[in-house]
């Protein structure tokens, strides 16, 4: 039983597309999270959701535009891709604030 | 923003031997914890300190939430060559959002048979 499940496991796509990562918890857990893993494996937090509300955004462009239906989901659309965008992409979830969190596998986003 | 400093970087070991690893910062953090990520996978929870001088072990792992409440370390007794792989020290500081927690740049842990 997967508890944070990211599909897709890759992703390869041209600069300018637009594409969509999601994710979904099964823990039931109220907060959830996105974050991006570059090259050198440093992990940094884009954004942060409880109950479906957004409470940081990490100065992260507008072209990312996070949205969770119900707080099981959340999904991240990224417009206008460039070529910085390529990175490991994680979802995580937590029971609430100040919790420990939980990672999906990670989607890989390759830019050409 | 807050930094998280991880040390070592690297460490390249033979199986059997004990591995220390630890994360140092400016700030007090009210909250560590330590992850394992393996290729292809997302971090993986090991250990969570919850207490200023608390330590907790995870079967051969040992963690410590540091008095001043701006350190932790992690010990691994008796390495075997599965614990190849990234561990990142990660905490919440007590200044800044419990929705937001900040990771160590990793330490990549090489385990010789």
């Known amino acids: 039983d997967t508890a944070v499940s990211q599909t897709p496991k890759y992703l390869v796509t041209q600069m300018g597309n637009d594409k969509s990562i999601k994710c979904e918890q099964n823990l039931g857990h109220d907060t959830m999270y996105w974050y991006k893993q570059d090259s050198k494996k440093f992990l940094k937090i884009m954004f942060s959701y409880n109950n479906k509300e957004l409470i940081i955004n990490e100065t992260v462009p507008n072209r990312f535009s996070p949205k969770s239906p119900d707080k099981a989901h959340l999904n991240l659309h990224i417009n206008s891709l460039e070529l910085g965008d390529s990175a490991v992409y994680f979802c995580?979830?937590?029971?609430?604030?100040?919790?420990?969190?939980?990672f999906g596998d990670g989607t890989r986003l390759s830019i050409l | 923003g807050q930094q998280l400093n991880q040390s070592p970087q690297s460490m390249f070991i033979q199986e059997g031997e004990d591995v220390s690893m630890n994360c140092t910062s400016s700030s007090i953090f009210n909250t560590w914890l330590w992850y394992k990520q393996d290729p292809g996978e997302g971090p993986v929870l090991l250990i969570a300190?919850?207490?200023?001088?608390e330590l907790t072990s995870n079967g051969r792992l040992t963690a410590q939430f540091g008095i001043t409440r701006k350190d932790s370390f992690l010990n691994i007794s008796a390495s075997i060559p599965s614990d190849v792989g990234i561990y990142f020290c990660?905490?919440?500081?007590?200044?800044?959002?419990?929705?937001?927690?900040?990771f160590g740049k990793g330490t990549l842990l090489t385990v010789n048979p």
């Open positions: 300190l919850y207490k200023a001088g």
């Open positions: 995580a979830s937590s029971p609430g604030a100040g919790q420990p969190q939980h």
């Open positions: 990660a905490g919440y500081n007590s200044g800044g959002s419990n929705y937001k927690l900040t």
